[in-house]
């Protein structure tokens, strides 16, 4: 081998030293970051961990289709509630609270105007909320 071989090998062999090292420090770095913003399942509250139960238990969850969108409702009171009102109903609820749409857009697919929309939404909620309430006080 060559002085002028010998040189670059040794310079590759340099370079891949740092980048190993430098390689080496951002990954502990990681860790010790990626440890000061996670927290154990220990370590959460009641509280905590209920809500965590909610987002994450999606294998409980009644699933509504709307215009193409599979909306999943993990709390069965509500779902129970749901099936109870007629279809356009249940549809304009989920398209408004869990697609996002507005009224004017969902009167735009049902072929009417925003108003009834509005008002029919709205009476939907209104029987929920009277379904919600005779299954929690037992009317």
């Known amino acids: 081998m060559t002085d002028k071989e010998d040189k670059t090998v040794r310079q590759f062999v ?4 740092t980048a190993l ?7 502990y770095n990681e860790q010790r970051n990626r440890a000061e913003r996670e927290t154990h399942m220990e370590m959460l ?13 999606t294998y409980h969850a009644d699933y509504f289709s709307v215009m193409g969108y599979e909306i999943g409702i993990i709390d ?3 779902a ?16 408004y609270y869990f697609v996002g749409l ?6 735009e697919i049902y072929g009417t105007g925003r108003s009834t929309i509005c ?17 929690y006080h037992g009317k």
Do not use: H, T, W
């Open 45 to 57: 509250s009641l509280r905590q961990s209920e809500m965590i139960e909610k987002i994450f238990d």
């Open 102 to 107: 507005s009224d004017r857009e969902i009167g």
């Open 76 to 78: 069965g009171d509500l």
């Open 21 to 27: 090292m430098y390689e080496k420090k951002n990954y």
């Open 80 to 95: 129970q509630a749901l099936r109870e009102l007629p279809d356009k109903k249940i549809q304009i609820v989920l398209l």
């Open 14 to 17: 340099l370079f891949c030293r």
């Open 119 to 135: 008002d029919q939404r709205n009476n939907a909620i209104k029987k929920l909320r009277l379904l919600m309430e005779e299954m």
